[in-house]
C-alpha cells in the first residue's frame, strides 16, 4: 500500500514537471511579448514628446493624436478609420439620409481615391462621374499619399461652391477634369415604377428608410397596375448601390424570401459568429425576379444579390460586383467620436466569401457607355421605314374587329416603349425581357 501511495506522489509530481516544461516556455513568449509592446508604446511616448517639444513649428496635440490613431486603423484595411466628433455626426446623419457634399461613395485604392458609385440624382451623377474612376488631384492638390479621410475632407466644402476634380478613367488616354457644385445630398433609399407590366424597384442606398420605402413603393406600383395579378414579375436595381446597413439588407432580402439563411458573418473568434434567416411571407407573392448589379453594387447591394441568387429566387443580370464583403462595426469612444472597425465577414447561404471576388451574375450584360450630347446631335438620323399603311390607295384590312385592332396598336406601342427603353437604360430593358420570357414559358410562379 505504502509503495502505491508512492508511485502515485511520484505520478502527481511527474505531471507537475512537465506541465511546468511546456508551460515555462509559453508564459516567457507572453511576457517578452507584452514586454514589447510596453517598450513600444513608451518609444510612442518618446516620439510624441519630441515632435511637441522640437517640431518647427507648434503642434495641435489633440490632432496630433488623432492622426496617430487614424493612421493604425487606417492600416489594418480601407474600411477600418478614426472618426472626429464632425464626422461621427456627420455620418449619423448620413445613415438617416440627408447630407451635404457631391453624392459619391469612395473608397482607396493604389493610393488614390477610387469610386465605389455615384449617387442617383445627386452632382456627382449628373455631372458623368462613374464606378471605377480614379479621383487623383482635387482642385488641383493630388490625393496621393493622403488618408481617405483626409482626402474626402478636401471634397467638402458649403453647399453651392465648386469644386474641381481629376478623373482617371479606363478607356480614356488622358486624365481630364469635371467641375461640380456642391449640394445637400438627400437621398430617395427606393425609387419604385413600372415598366409595362413590371415593377421596377430602384434601391440606392440601405439606410432607415430602405424598406418602410421599398414596401410602399411596390404596394403602390402594384395597385396601379390592378393588382399583383397583373404584374409579371419584379426588377430590384441594385446597381451603382454601395450598400449601407446590414439590418436593411436582411430585411430586403426577407422581404422575397420565404426561408432558409439570408447571410452569415464569421468574426475573429467563432463563437462571434452570426446567422440571419428568412422569416415567412413574400411581398410578391412569388412573382419572378431579376436583379441588377454592376461594379458599383457593393457590400450590402451584394448580401441581397448573392442570397436571392443562391436561393434562386432571381435571376442576377449585369457585371461583376465590387466585392466588399467585410462588416464594420462602429464603436463610440469617449469625447464624442467613434472607430469604424472591421470585425467580421460574410458569407452567401452557399458558405461563399464575396470579399474582392465579388458577385457573379447568372446573366453578364455590359451597360454601353453614353454618348456625348454632341455626338448624338452629329449623328446622322435614320429615316422611318415606309409600309404598306403608307401607301396612297392601299387595302383595308376587313378581318378584324375595331378592338383587335386597338389591341394591336397598343402591344405596338408597349414594344416601341421597349425599345426607347433599350436605348436609355439597355440593362433594365435587358432584365424586363427576361421577366417577359419566364411568363411566357410558364416560369411563372
Known sequence: MKRFVMAAIGGT???????????????????ARNTNVYEQLDLFGDIFERIRSQYVEKVDEAELIEAAIDGMLSSLDPHSSYLSP?????????????????????????GFVKVVSPIDGTPADEAGIESGDFITHVDGESVLGLTLDAAVELMRGPVGSEIVITVVREGEDEPFDVSIIRDTIKLTAV???????????????????????????????????????????????LRNNPGGLLTQAIKVSDA????????????????????????????TGGKPMVVLINGGSASASEIVAGA???????????????GKGSVQTVMPLRGDGAM????????????????????????VVAQPRRQPAAEEEDAPKRPRARSEAD?????????????????IEADRAKAEAAARLRDEDYQLAYAIDILKGLVALGGEK
Open 256 to 283: 422575397f424570401l420565404e426561408k432558409g439563411e439570408i447571410v452569415s458573418t464569421r468574426g475573429r473568434n467563432p463563437e462571434d459568429g452570426e446567422r440571419f434567416n428568412a422569416t415567412p411571407g413574400d411581398l
Open 340 to 363: 469604424r472597425l472591421t470585425t467580421a465577414r460574410y458569407y452567401t447561404p452557399s458558405g461563399r466569401s464575396i470579399q474582392a471576388l465579388g458577385v457573379s451574375p447568372d446573366i
Open 308 to 322: 436571392l441568387q443562391d436561393h434562386r429566387r432571381a435571376i442576377v443580370v449585369g457585371t461583376k460586383s465590387f
Open 391 to 407: 401607301l396612297r390607295g392601299r387595302l383595308n384590312n376587313d378581318s378584324l374587329t375595331e378592338d383587335e385592332i386597338r389591341q
Open 86 to 110: 464632425e464626422d461621427a455626426a456627420a455620418m449619423r446623419v448620413q445613415t438617416r439620409g440627408e447630407f451635404g457634399g457631391l453624392g459619391i461613395e469612395v473608397t482607396q485604392e493604389e
Open 13 to 31: 509530481l511527474a505531471g507537475i514537471v512537465a506541465t511546468t516544461q511546456v508551460a515555462g516556455p509559453l508564459l516567457a513568449e507572453e511576457s
Open 191 to 237: 425609387r419604385a415604377r413600372t415598366e409595362g407590366e413590371t415593377v421596377v424597384l430602384r434601391v440606392t442606398t440601405f439606410n432607415d428608410q430602405t424598406m418602410p420605402n421599398l414596401e410602399a413603393g411596390l404596394v403602390e406600383q402594384v395597385k396601379a397596375l390592378g393588382g399583383i395579378d397583373k404584374v409579371n414579375g419584379v426588377v430590384l436595381d
